[in-house]
Every structure is written in C-alpha cells, then in structure tokens.
C-alpha cells in the first residue's frame, strides 16, 4: 500500500504536470492497440466467422457428396438402393438476383415433396421451424409447380406476392407459397423444388451436393468409407460443411498478413513509449539518486521505471478496446468488400468484443510497453547513487554507442538478406516475416550513427541557408542523440512501412495493368447479369452466344465456362476456353516464355491443363507434373502443360480447353463470352448490335477498357484497408513527434529562455523548434525510404511471393511516394506547432531562474 | 541623460494568493560610463530590478525608461528589438550554450539579429576579454573565470549602452571572481556603457562608482564615490 503510494507520488504525479505529453502517449498506445483489435475483430466477423452461404437450410447431416461440375443425380438413386437406413438430401446450390432490390441470394433446390414427408414424421425439421415452411396441406400442389418459391422471413414477403428473380441469364416471375424464420443467422434464400430449380437453371441431371445424415453407428468415417466403395470416382465424399473450412482456409493468409500489417502502428507506438519513459528516465536521475541513497533497492527503482511504463500501456489498452471497436466496424466492410470481390461470396458476420479480444489488448497494450522500456529502467536501476544525484551537465549525456551499434545494424541487415532466402514455413513465409523485423531493428540501430553523420555536417550548413536558429535547431538534435535517434527511428519505422507496402502496391498494380494487356485480349466481354463474384458462375444461353457468334460485325466468340470446385482441400476455379476462337497475340503470358499459341496448341483437346501461378503455390505443383480432377462422375488425370501469370484472383485456377471439358461435363452452356470484332466494325457498333440482340437475355456486354477499369477499382479498393492502416501508423508517428518535441521543450527550457535574454524574438524561437521538427522529418524520411525500400524488396520478393504466389515486377510508384512523404513532412511539421507555442509561451525569467 | 531610469517603480509578485513586494518605489538613474553596484540579502529584490531594467519583466507600477523609451508602451517586437540594441547580460552560472563553440556563443546575439560580420566582431570582443585563440572551443573545455569572460564578451557583442550583470563572481573563487570585476570595470570605462551589477560581495562593491544598498525591495541608501 505505501509502496503504491510512492509509485503515484514519484512516478505518476509529475505527469500530472504535463498532460499534453502524457495524454500523446497514451493516445499512442490507445492507437496501436486500437488498431490491432479492430483488424482482429473485423478480420473474425469478414472471415473467421465466415459460414459458406450455401450452407443455409443445410442443417444437420453428417456427410457431403461433391463432383466438380455437379453430382449425377443417378447418384441419389444409388444411394437409395443401398440397404442403409441414410437420410437423402440432394441440393442445388446457386444463386439469383432479386430484380427489384438488385440483391444477390443462394439459391436452393430441395427435394421438398421428400423433405415435407420426412417433417411430417417429425423427424429432424432441417428447415426451422416445420409449421411455418411446411407448406400447408392443400398446397402440397405447390410443390412441384415450376414457379413456387419460398422465402425467408427477413425478405418481407408473405405467401401469394409475386417475385422477379434473375436466374443466369433469365428474368422470370415467381410466386412467395411460404415463408421459413431466417432469423437465427441463416441468411434468407430462396427455396425451389428440386425439379424445378434444375428447370430454372438448365442443369439437368445433376445436383450440386447431396447431403447425408447417417445413422450413428458406426463411425462417420466408417460410414463415409463404406459408402465411397458404392459411388463413381468422381465423386467426393466428405465431411458436411467442409466447403466452409476450405473457405476458411483459403482466407487464412489475407487474414494473416492483415493482421501484420496492423502492428506496425503498435511497434511505432512501441518507440515512442520507450522516448517517453527515457525522458523520465533522465528527469528523475536526481531523484532516483537519493530515493537509493535514502534505501530503495536497485529493483524498486526498476520496478517503478516498468511501472510507469505499464501504467500507459495500460490505460491506452483501456482506451483502445473501445477506439478499436469502433475502427473495426469500419474495417469490416473493408474487409468484407475484398473477401467478396477476391475470395468468396459472404457476408460479414457481427463484431464481437469476446473475451479474447479484451484479453488481447489488455495484454499487448502493457506488453510492448514493458518490452519497450525494459533495457531503460534497467539501465535507470544500474546507476549509483551518488553518481545520479550529481548534478550538471552530465546527467544529459545518455550513454549512446553509434560505432558499436552500427556493427550490430551491418550484422542484422546480413541476417535479413540470409532470413529471406529461407523456404516458407507451414505455407507461411515467416522468415520473410523475420527478415523484416531484423531489417527494421537494424535500420533503428543504425540511426544514431545516420543522424549524427548528418547533422554534425548539415548545421554549419543549414545556418547559413536558414540563420541561426536553424543551426541551434541542428544542434540541439545533435546534443540530445538519444532522443533525435529514437523519434527518427519511430518515425521512419512508420514512413518505412508506409513506402514499402505502396511500393509493393504500386509494384502490384503496375504488374496488373501490364497483365491485363495480355489476358484480356478480346474487344469486347458479355457475362449473365447481377454482381459477380468469384465463386459463382452463371451462365449465358447457349442461343445468345450462338446468335451474337453470327453478327455481322463479329468475328469470333470464345466461349468460356468456370466451374467452383473443390482442390486439395481449397477452393479452386476450373476454367476452360474455347480455343477454336481464341486470337491471341506472340506475347508470352507463361513462365516457360514460350508464345501463347504454341502453348495453348499442347491443351487443344487433350487431356491437358493450364494453371495459373497461384494454384502452384497452393498446391505445390508445376509445369510438367499431373493433376488429378474428379470431373461428373470420373476420375481423370491431366498433365500441367504450362503455368500462366494470373493477377486477377488468388484462387487458384486450372484451364483446358472448351472440348476437352465438354467430354467430362457435358453442359453447354458458357459463363462469360470473349467476342472479337472484325477489323471493319469498331466495338461500339458491334456493342450496340450485341444489346440489341440480347433483348429477353439479362446479361452485361463491356468493353475492354471497361473491364480493365473495373479490374483496378477493385484493386485499388482491396488496398484501401492497408492504407488506412499505414495512415494510423503515420499519425501515431507524428503524434509522438509532438510529444517528444514537447519535452525537448521542456528540458531544455533555460536555453530558450537564455535566447530571450540574448535578444531573440519570439518568432526565432518558433522558428527554432519548427525546424527542429522539419529537420527530424527530414532524417525520418530519408531513413524511412532507405528501409522502406529494403523491405519493399521483403514483401514483393518473399512474403506477397510465399503468402499469394505472385510474381511482381518491382515499379517505383514515383507520384504516390511523393505524396505520401510530402504529407507526412508537412504533419511533423505542423506537428512542432504546438510544442513552439509552449517555447514561446515559457517566461524567460523563470526559465533562467538561478539560486 | 541616464541610459536607464526607474521612476518610482514596484513589483509585486502573487505566491499562493499573497502579494510578495519585490520591489517597492524604487527610483534609481544609471549613465554611461558607471559602474553601479546592487547590494543586499538574497531576495532583498536585486533580480527583479536587474530584470525590470534589461525590459525582460515589467512593473507592477511606475516606469522603466530605456534610453529615454518606455518600456510600457512597447509590445514584444519592440522590447526585442530594444534588448537587443541596448542591453547585455550577464549572468551567475555563465549561462552558455554547451553544443556551441565559444565563438559561436559570442556572436549568437548578432546572429538572431541578423547582423553581418559577426565573426570579425566576436574575434574582436574574445581579444578585449583576454581570451584570443580559445574561440574554436567548446565550454566544457574552459575554465570557471574563462567561461564568465565569454559570458562577457557575448553580453558586450552588440556595443550596447546597458549592460546588466547578476551576481557574475558568485560561481567564481575570490581571486578569479576579482579578476573578473576588475576587467568589468575596465570594459565600462573602454566601452562607455552603464554597468548595473549585483552582488553581495564587498568587493565588488569597493570597485563600483556608486553602490545601491537594497533591503526588502526598498533602496536603503545610495553611495556616491
Ligand atoms: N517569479 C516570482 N514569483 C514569485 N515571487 C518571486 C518571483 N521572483 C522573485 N520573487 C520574490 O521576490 C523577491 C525578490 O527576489 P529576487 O529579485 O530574486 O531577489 P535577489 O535577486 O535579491 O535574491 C523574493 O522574495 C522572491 O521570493
Ligand atoms: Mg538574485
């Protein structure tokens, strides 16, 4: 008790009289652990609690059964041979389009005269509650008419409303017979009957999943062998709901480097903790003298320098729960808005500040603050009495060893360039991860040495250029290295990252564009109507591609068709082309740098596939090796001709040819259309002839520059989240800036005040701590874009590399580096603001004061 | 006519709600070319009168007049600007820049002013103070006595008409301490400048043309030579 009271009086209470200070540093902290929590939380509800859509109405069952391109439904009746007492659901799974309100749903088809009968035994209502979707008796009628639809609650519909869906390509008008309770989670989809779902979508023959509950002995896994040996090799048997896992699995890298991204904010905050508490380290060099002198052990003083240090970890983790849940709502539809447009079809989940998320701030938040200060309220403890309480000049001179920890700085770069050459690890590229941190330690190493190399020989300099208070403001940075060292180091640790992740972005972009150049080749592309996703595929009507193949002004349609399917256990996309219509230019879009023709002649009708670069990633596969799909209801085996760039999605795609896809998956039917105009005909004509064809067809026709265009706005959203998070680091930086700018103030009050005396005004001594803060921007910068550089090279060469698979080609975005840099120099700048108020504010008479 | 004059001038401080009378109607005349000395027990009001008159602080009442321009009527530029004319300081504990040279401290006050040719005058003030071929060092590397005199030389950069010193010697042992006045003396001669020192030593006073005895923020008496 009396030990906590001396911690408040010597420790807590001088901090009472400067709130300014004090509050930028919990305000650091609130941010960086703010920060972390919300991409963890929005990062749980965009993906971790993330529910594959299909899997609504599905419940209770214990297997699936899956076929890359559909079940046949001859499947079911195998199934129902089998003298087995199993519970049967075959499922269509695909979407459509609310046409009013333009919204996306599952859509499901149910073997609804099977599932009805097995409710009316009561016996494990998958649908909620039976009464409410049970259609009532005298509707049993309903059931198969082609165009009965029930809906969830959440829709707003009541039995009898007329609904116009958007299925592929085709707008048709169905009626509402019942309503279920969608309440509880399950996002509202709109249910058919079996039969008639397979109408509406022209998939007939097949179903996309069959469901099955088993009966509990024996073992589930018992059950899924036994079965197997009954069905085709083309189909997989599984547990129920592993899609959603895949999913899971597939999100798992996004999430994680999000979730990297979002410390750099803390580790700024870290530097600046360790500034505030070396600031009171050196204040209380007196004081801690004599509190040893008068029998404080060498650990109570350690103890009260961690404390202290703790203390604003502590209240700024206090304050980041709240900041962060806040940030996370807005990181969630960032978030949700890339998972959608990269990933997946999903929705959000809810945030939810649980247990671990409390326990993770309340950890972090004291954590890095105790890391960070450790080595000082060592050193703090380590001092003699005597030698503490001796006063003077000598209490400023803080030990710095620039020469010494130079070589450490050369030693650590060494062991990145070594870490980043090291295999990823458990499909992780941790010592990329690794390299980085020992980069940016090294570069914080070496930045005693840098600054005092550049200021000892820019302030002679810089006062003739600027006057004299530039050459004071030189100086005093110099005096005080240990304090420009570690502001430069906070400072160009958060520039760093920020020049790194948009030379990366930059990289990625410029790479993109260059791509696409050669990927899309075609004037002009036609897809079904409704918002595209990456995991759904609807298809155009056969007639329509068939009608616009014949325009005049067309001269060639590639019919191209993608499938989801399931690969290794990750989602995957299996795509083919048709490569009787493909025109493509010489250019090489593959890793072997052969021309486009002469690789895509290896695929033409063979049992031969392309991939693209991620799936090799993923998968562990390359050019020459075989891949082995299960396609309808075979098993067939594809030799791995090429690997092709792909920067439009990280699923993993294998491509063959139209012919070769139509022998194992008979339906016609194409997703997108690729159509080549004749050299006489522009692609706007031939656009409009298009629509005009096209009339009674739901679908989209775009240019190619619209596509490109589309393509990079959803690039460039993807990306917003990291720049956010760059900003957050950035203003944390500068918050410390003021922080620490507002100390120097302090401390070194008499000079200033002495200047007074020596007949400057106040706008010299403004002036003085404006370039003060300009001078400490400039070293962070160059210091920033030094290390930002090399660890550019980390995230493009080995971490975006081993995480996504991508290969990147290096581009200085020149323009957004210098924007970027040009605004955070301005706010460091404006950040001196305050702090040369309080110079100019401080009486100089008292500052001067002398006994 | 006296390069500064205080004119029935009183200061009053506030501590925890009490005024404290620093100084109370205290007129007193200062020319060129004297060397005055303020004498007095610590807090007896020598600082504040030292301040008032280099117009770093103002009066509670009456006035201060610096060669014939009051104080009161100007704002911060103006009182800048006349400190930097008309007035040097010097101070106890030397007050110099530790990260700059003795030449750089010497012609900071031209510096901030903005005036050419501050190297050929700091050269020229360090040689008047007897500490030719010391400007390239730093403070640390000097002497007690030779870091008062670059106090000194800085304080005289400017030629200025006041020169206002607070208790210079009382870091300094009694032999250097003398050094020092006697050289302050010579300077005020050489210079012609109205010298204001404070101190409790008698020596000092025995130098001084005339010597100001204060007690409680009040002149006690005023001794002429
Ligand atoms: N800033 C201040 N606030 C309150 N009281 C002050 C202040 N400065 C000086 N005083 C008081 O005014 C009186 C005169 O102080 P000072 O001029 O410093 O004396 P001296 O220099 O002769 O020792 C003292 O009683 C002192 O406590
Ligand atoms: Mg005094």
């Known amino acids: 008790m009396g030990r906590l009271f001396l911690f408040y009086r010597l420790m807590l209470r001088p901090l009472l009289l400067e709130p300014v200070r004090a509050l930028l540093t919990i305000l650091a902290v609130t941010l960086g652990v703010a920060v972390v929590l919300a991409i963890e939380l929005a990062g749980t509800a965009a993906a971790g609690s993330f529910r594959a859509s299909m899997e609504t109405l599905a419940g209770d069952n214990d297997l699936e059964i899956m076929a890359s391109g559909g079940v046949p439904e001859a499947v079911v009746g195998t199934l129902t041979a089998l003298p087995y007492s199993i519970r049967i659901s075959p499922r269509i799974e695909d979407s459509a389009v609310i046409a009013v309100t333009q919204q996306t749903l599952p859509l499901l088809g149910l073997d609804l005269v099977a599932e009805s009968s097995s409710w009316n035994r009561s016996e494990s209502p998958s649908l909620g509650s039976a009464e409410s979707f049970l259609p009532a008796e005298d509707a049993m009628h309903f059931l198969e008419s082609p165009d009965s639809i029930w809906v969830g609650a959440s829709l707003g519909k009541k039995p009898g409303d007329q609904v116009r869906l958007l299925i592929n390509d085709q707008l048709r008008e169905f009626t509402v017979r019942g309503v279920y309770p969608d309440s509880n989670g399950n996002e509202s989809a709109i249910v058919m009957d079996l039969a008639a779902a397979q109408r509406a979508l022209h998939r007939f023959g097949r179903v996309d999943r069959i469901l099955l509950k088993v009966p509990e002995v024996p073992s589930i896994e018992e059950w899924r062998e036994r079965l197997r040996a009954a069905l085709p090799a083309g189909v997989e048997i599984r547990a129920q709901g592993s899609g959603t896992d895949e999913n899971r699995r597939m999100l798992a890298a996004f999430r994680w480097n999000l979730r990297l991204l979002s410390y750099i904010a803390l580790i700024v905050g870290a530097f600046l903790i360790y500034n505030t508490i070396s600031v009171s380290v050196v204040r209380r060099r007196p004081e801690t003298g004599i509190v040893r002198a008068l029998g404080a052990s060498r650990g109570a003083v350690l103890t009260a320098f961690i404390g202290e240090a703790a203390f604003f970890g502590l209240a700024g983790a206090a304050f980041g729960l709240p900041v962060g849940r806040v940030m996370a709502s807005g990181a969630v539809k960032l978030m949700a808005a890339t998972v959608e447009s990269l990933y997946v079809s999903s929705r959000p989940g809810s945030i939810e500040l649980n247990a671990w998320s409390v326990t993770l701030a309340l950890v972090i938040g004291p954590g890095v603050a105790i890391v960070s200060a450790y080595s000082l309220a060592r050193e703090a403890s380590l001092v003699s009495p005597v030698e503490a309480m001796a006063r003077g000049r000598r209490e400023y001179m803080t030990r710095i060893h620039k020469s010494r920890d130079l070589w450490f700085a050369l030693a650590l770069g060494i062991a990145a360039v070594v870490a980043a050459r090291v295999p990823p690890m458990g499909g992780k590229p941790v010592f990329g991860y690794f390299a980085a941190i020992l980069l940016v330690v090294a570069s914080a190493l070496a930045i005693p040495a840098f600054a005092d190399a550049i200021l000892s020989r820019s302030s002679r300099w810089l006062g003739k250029i600027l006057g004299v208070e530039a050459l004071l403001a030189s100086q005093s940075l110099s005096a005080s290295l240990r304090r420009t060292s570690v502001l430069v180091g906070a400072l160009s640790t958060a520039i760093a990252m920020m020049a790194s992740v948009g030379i990366m972005v930059g990289s990625f972009r410029e790479t993109v564009l260059l791509w696409m150049n050669d990927r899309l080749p075609a004037d002009l592309y036609l897809r079904p109507a409704g918002a595209p996703a990456p995991d759904r595929h609807p298809t155009v009507s056969l007639e329509l591609a068939d009608k616009i193949s014949k325009l005049p002004g067309v001269a060639g349609v590639d019919r191209l068709r993608a499938y989801e399917i399931s690969y290794d256990g990750l989602p995957a996309t299996l795509a083919s082309v048709d490569l009787s219509a493909l025109r493509s230019d010489h250019r090489s879009n593959f890793f072997s740098g052969r021309p486009t023709e002469q690789v895509l002649s290896q695929i033409r009708g063979a049992d031969a596939v392309l991939v693209s670069e991620p799936f090799t990633y993923k998968h562990h596969v390359r050019a020459g090796g075989t891949i082995t799909l299960r396609l309808g209801a075979t098993r067939a085996s594809f030799r791995i001709v090429d690997v092709y760039y792909d920067y439009g999605s990280e699923r993993g795609t294998i491509l063959m040819d139209r012919q070769t896809m139509l022998r194992y998956l008979p339906d016609p039917a194409p997703s997108n259309l690729a159509i080549y105009v004749t050299p006489h005909a522009t692609s706007e004509t031939v656009q409009e002839e298009i629509t005009e064809a096209s009339a009674g067809y739901r679908v989209l026709v775009a240019s190619n520059r619209d596509l490109r265009t589309e393509a990079i706005r959803i690039f460039d959203r993807t990306f917003a989240i990291t720049y956010a998070l760059e900003a957050v680091a950035v203003i944390v930086a500068v918050m410390g800036v003021a922080g620490a700018l507002l100390a120097l103030v302090i401390d070194r009050r008499r000079e200033l005040g002495l200047l007074r005396f020596l007949g400057a005004s106040a706008g010299q001594v403004r002036k003085q701590i404006l370039v003060e803060a300009g001078l400490l921007g400039l070293l962070a910068n160059f210091a920033g874009l030094a290390l930002g550089f090399a660890l550019s090279l980390v995230l493009i060469y080995v971490i975006n590399k081993q995480s996504f698979g991508w290969s990147i080609r290096f581009h200085w975005p020149v323009a957004v580096l210098l924007g970027a840099i040009s605004v955070v120099y301005l706010a460091t700048v404006l950040a001196g603001l305050y702090p040369a108020q309080v110079a100019v504010r401080l009486n100089p008479l008292e500052a001067v004061h002398e006994e | ?225």
């Open chain 2, 1 to 225: 006519m006296a390069i500064v004059s205080l004119q029935t001038v009183s200061k009053d401080y506030l501590t925890d709600g009490q005024p404290v009378h620093a100084l109370d109607s205290v007129s007193l005349d200062v020319n060129r070319g004297e060397f005055v000395a303020l004498v007095g027990r610590s807090g007896c009001g020598k600082s504040t009168l030292l301040n008032l008159a280099g117009a770093m602080d103002f009066p509670t009442a009456g006035r201060v007049m610096i060669d014939g321009v009051d104080t009161s009527t100007l704002n911060d530029a103006g009182l800048t600007a006349l400190r930097r004319e008309k007035v040097g300081f010097i101070f106890q504990s030397f007050q110099l820049l530790h990260t700059l040279t003795v030449f750089e401290n010497v012609e900071l006050p031209l510096l901030l002013a903005g005036k050419p040719n501050a190297r050929a005058a700091a050269r020229e003030r360090l040689a008047s103070v007897e500490l030719d071929g010391l400007g390239d060092r730093y403070p640390h590397q000097l002497s007690g006595g030779q870091m008062q005199r670059v106090g000194i030389a800085r304080a005289l950069i400017q030629s200025p008409a006041l020169l206002l010193a607070d208790e210079p010697t009382g870091n300094l042992d009694t032999v250097t301490g003398a050094i020092i006045l006697e050289l302050l003396k010579r300077l005020t001669r050489e210079q012609n400048t109205a010298t204001l020192l404070a101190t409790h030593s008698a020596e000092a006073a025995a130098l001084a043309d005339a010597v100001v005895r204060l007690r409680d923020g009040k002149i006690e008496e005023i001794l002429r030579r």
